[in-house]
């Protein structure tokens, strides 16, 4: 499978714990984004990344949240002393810039259960 | 900023019957304009886009869209609706590199 995977699928933790997820791009794309979505909603844009450089992020994302992509492959999104207002569902997708079709490639999500 | 509205929480249709799941846009310039369905517990696939050319997209699974530029729309559609077609559905504009979502339609096709 060539797909963008995710790791884990579910996390249930406790408030004030910290949390981490990974993403694994598709091998040729060197965009990465990172969504959260809540019940009901439209994934809400997170962050960015051109290879390894974060070029955008959102407001959303507090001093709490921090995502790296080392060497521009996979990524992680790190979450410090967890709300219960940060469970979502975290979704990470990819595309690539030359000869792609512009559209986004998602992987299957992080679901995160704050209690 | 660039946006999108999807005006319809959920939309209901008899199976064989065709639907429609309706988008507007909001941009300054060109639209990049884009379909996803979601199954439940899962990732967003896409299913068609519009950048450039004819008015009429077709993308997966049967389904096309009509791009409106006077009347600032992206409608999504297929002639005959399948129960299997019951899904989240998201219309999404680029927005220079990051793509903006709507609220999301719940399309139910009932047997």
């Known amino acids: 499978d060539t797909g963008v995977s995710q790791d884990p699928r579910h996390k249930i933790t406790k408030r004030g714990q910290n949390v981490t997820f990974r993403c694994d791009p598709i091998?040729?794309?060197?965009?990465l984004y990172w969504y959260r979505q809540t019940l009901g909603q439209g994934p809400e844009f997170l962050t960015y990344?051109?290879?390894?450089?974060?070029?955008?992020k959102s407001r959303l994302l507090s001093d709490r949240f921090s995502a790296e992509r080392p060497k521009g492959s996979f990524s992680t999104l790190e979450i410090q002393r967890t709300e219960q207002g940060d469970s979502a569902m975290y979704l990470c997708?990819?595309?690539?810039?030359?000869?792609?079709?512009?559209?986004?490639?998602f992987g299957e999500g992080s679901r995160l259960t704050v209690l | 900023a660039q946006s999108v509205a999807q005006p319809e929480d959920q939309v209901n249709v008899a199976e064989g019957n065709p639907l429609t799941v309706k988008c507007t846009y909001s941009?300054?310039?060109?639209?990049?304009l884009f379909w996803y369905v979601q199954y439940p517990n899962r990732g967003l696939q896409f299913l068609l886009k519009?950048?450039?050319?004819?008015?009429l997209v077709k993308g997966s699974y049967g389904f096309e869209a009509e791009f409106n530029k006077s009347q600032t729309s992206f409608h999504l559609k297929k002639p005959s609706a399948l129960v299997s077609d019951s899904a989240l559905y998201f219309c999404?504009?680029?927005?220079?590199?990051?793509?903006?979502f709507g609220t999301g339609t719940r399309l139910k096709v009932l047997a």
């Open positions: 997708a990819s595309s690539q810039t030359q000869g792609g079709s512009g559209e986004l490639f």
């Open positions: 091998s040729e794309h060197n965009r």
């Open positions: 990344f051109q290879n390894e450089a974060q070029l955008e």
């Open positions: 941009v300054s310039g060109n639209p990049y």
């Open positions: 519009y950048i450039t050319g004819d008015n």
């Open positions: 999404a504009v680029r927005d220079t590199y990051k793509y903006i």
